[in-house]
């Protein structure tokens, strides 16, 4: 078990045909991931790598074709809000965005739109999934990886690349690793995933990997007192970040004072959290 | 990016939202022009984009024309926060019986824009909201349908706004939340919104700031940034897609990734050290973007040693490794430098590297408590240097 992606995942490429979109595709397959098809409109009817991929000119045609039920996101930020809302049209149920640089008021119109539905979007944003030996839809270097009964959570990507090197370091592996992204509106938070782990089989133990801005990880702390049996450990990013100056990531902000590295480690620690005072630390608080 | 005051009510006024009148003028004599052309009584304005000009003297009334000359000469000396005063706003200066806040921004937890209103405007509306907080009315707009009258009205009867007062609020409020939407604001503020003394509203301050991930849709809003606001060095970083932020430490830092690249600067600090910088190369940066990126941490005179970590994933290593070397050839960096590289080509980019003098480190908290060593003896090195001059 693992949560949300696995072998029988059957992945549309959005943005197949650009180049971040043909690289990543390729990646994924040598990874064993089921990519099914590519979308590109315009562009139906075309095959790429090496005939591997058809592409479609819609997401919709591409699910009534393959019956895929995963979807992944790479068109340019300008589209990527139009590309959510087609993959949710479309029956998609679990989209991921990688895109960074959406329009802000465009993820608030997705977001409150993919609510009333049944999908699940993660990101913006973000690095996407890995589940370790059986599947990865993102852009997480397979390599850095091992399959086992940790479960990984971030806001971040190489910063969760460095996590992942050093649990494998130490022989540690992940159920699933899961980049949720660094916009201030997401699909998907802290507390959905933590659920997530909670309830699935393989997860015995968690990293969460959080940063600076809003109070994503101050629900996660009060989700975790008082609804997760699984021992959680984690890293904030940020301790050293000024305030009012957004650190890269949309969301990374501290604003009027709130949302600061330190009141969020207070936070996780009352809620018996390990936290790590660097990163190579976090796997060896789980031991 | 921040407009200023003069910019953002340039924005409200083209929603309906009643503004005095007023100019924007850099020299006193244009102030002075200006003020006869009101008759006299006018308000003038420091323009720079931080909170609390007016408790720094940057807003002052004039009663006359000659006053008007004279306090923009002041206004126009003075430097606010650290930001030289080029620009002053000169206005009619309104006659006030009440302020109000009025004000949109994105609330991260509801995902939706909340419209918030005040009767005790004209303050610091953070201050308000931290120590009463029952002051403060708030209203949930939910971003598919946008906001309706009906919610504008109540807002107005949270506030106890006066009831002839109302048809012009509805106007207001929903200028506001046009000039919200249509400008990708991720904040429009009215503060204070006053009453005056022949019952009209009017806004007298306003307050904007853009998505800038949205400037590309946004031309005429993009070419109001103004870079004299910023650093140099993050003007210079953003036109290579660097994100950049300089800070007060001796220890430049260059990293892949945003997360990553606050966490080294975390880790720095852990270990002893101080942040000259935040910056991120981003994902897949080429080796010229490297090379950009090392030349603006080594224009930072206070840099005492550099720390690169960078975990190659969609970034390769070895081009990182070619951008370090093409910079060094030009600015022959005199501080020491620690590298880290994992990842994709890690194995390449280290051997480009092994003749550069470089120090290097398999682990983050090794390399820095490499770089925080390397930049105390590097400092030491200068004052040694110093104290022989």
Redesign the interface.
């Known amino acids: 078990m693992s949560i949300l992606i696995d072998k029988n995942t059957r992945l549309v490429v959005q943005g197949i045909t650009g180049k971040e979109g043909l690289f990543h595709t390729s990646q994924m397959i040598d990874y064993g991931t089921n990519v099914i098809a590519g979308v590109t409109p315009g562009k139906g009817g075309d095959w790429v790598l090496n005939g591997k991929v058809p592409v479609f000119d819609s997401v919709k045609i591409a699910v009534e074709a393959t019956e895929a039920n995963t979807s992944i996101i790479f068109v340019p930020a300008r589209f990527a809000a139009e590309a959510m809302l087609e993959a949710s049209d479309a029956g998609i149920e679990l989209i991921i965005c990688i895109t960074e640089g959406v329009p802000v008021q465009d993820m608030m119109r997705v977001r409150n739109y993919l609510d009333q539905r049944k999908v699940r979007l993660i990101g913006p944003n973000c690095p996407g999934l890995l589940t370790p030996g059986q599947a990865k839809v993102g852009i997480i270097p397979g390599n850095i990886a091992i399959p086992g009964n940790v479960g990984v959570v971030s806001r971040s990507g190489t910063l969760t690349y460095e996590v992942l090197n050093a649990m494998k370091n130490l022989k540690m592996g992940a159920s699933t690793c899961v980049g949720i992204g660094g916009d201030p509106i997401s699909g998907t938070n802290f507390v959905d995933v933590l659920n997530m782990f909670e309830h699935d089989p393989q997860t015995e133990k968690v990293i969460m990997i959080g940063e600076i801005g809003g109070s994503d990880e101050e629900n996660a702390a009060e989700f975790i007192s008082s609804n997760m049996t699984k021992p959680v450990a984690g890293f904030i990013a940020g301790l050293t970040a000024p305030r009012g100056k957004r650190m890269g990531h949309a969301g990374a902000i501290i604003e009027g004072g709130a949302g600061t590295a330190a009141d969020k480690i207070k936070a996780l620690e009352a809620a018996g959290v390990k936290v790590a005072k660097h990163p190579e630390e976090i796997p060896t608080l789980l031991n | 990016m921040k407009l200023h005051e003069y910019q953002s009510k340039l924005v409200l006024s083209k929603y309906n939202v009643p503004i005095p009148q007023g100019r924007v003028v850099s020299t006193a004599n244009e102030a002075r022009q200006f003020a006869k052309e009101l008759g006299g009584y006018v308000v003038i304005k420091a323009q720079v984009l931080v909170g609390g000009r007016g408790k720094a003297g940057g807003i002052k009334i004039a009663k006359n024309v000659e006053d008007a000359e004279k306090i923009a000469t002041q206004i126009l000396a003075m430097e606010i926060k650290g930001l030289t005063v080029k620009k002053v706003l000169v206005e009619t200066a309104a006659i006030i019986e009440q302020e109000i806040y009025l004000g949109i921004t ?1 609330d ?2 509801q ?3 909340v419209l918030m209103a005040s009767a005790e405007g004209g303050v610091d509306i ?1 201050e308000v ?1 931290a120590k009463t907080p029952d002051k403060i009315v708030k209203v949930y707009i ?3 349908l946008g906001l309706q009258p009906y919610q504008a009205r109540n807002i107005a009867a949270g506030i106890y706004l006066p009831r002839e007062n109302w048809q012009e609020f509805g106007m207001i409020t929903k200028g506001l939340w046009d000039a919200y ?1 249509g400008s ?1 604001a ?1 904040l429009a503020e009215i503060n204070p919104l006053v009453i005056t003394k022949s019952k009209h509203l009017i806004a007298l301050d306003g307050k904007m700031v853009i ?4 400037l ?2 946004l031309p005429e809003l993009a070419e109001m940034r103004d870079t004299d606001e910023e650093a140099p060095s993050e003007t210079r970083a953003r036109k290579y897609g660097l ?1 950049f ?1 300089k ?1 007060d430490g001796n220890i430049g830092c260059m ?9 080294c ?6 270990f002893g050290g101080e ?1 000259a910088n ?1 910056l ?1 190369i981003g ?1 897949g940066a080429d080796a010229d973007k490297v090379a950009a990126a090392m030349r603006i941490i080594l224009s930072d005179k206070n840099v005492k040693a550099v720390l690169y970590n960078i ?4 970034t390769r290593c070895d081009e990182v490794a070619r951008g370090i070397l093409a910079a060094m050839e030009d600015v022959k960096p005199k501080v020491p430098m620690v590298v880290r590289l ?3 080509n890690a194995e390449q980019g280290r051997a480009l590297l092994s003749n550069a003098n470089m120090i290097t480190a398999d ?3 090794g390399a ?1 408590e490499k770089v925080v060593a390397a930049a105390k003896v590097s400092t030491k090195g200068t004052e040694k240097v110093g104290a022989s001059q």
């Open positions: 994105n991260r937890t995902k939706k824009p953070e909201a939910d971003p598919l939407k990708d991720t998505d800038n991930n949205a590309f849709r994100s932020i800070l990293v892949n990734g945003a997360g990553l690249a606050m966490t600067m975390d880790v720095i600090k852990h942040p935040f991120d994902g975990f190659g994933g969609i994992v990842g994709t682990t983050l908290a820095a």
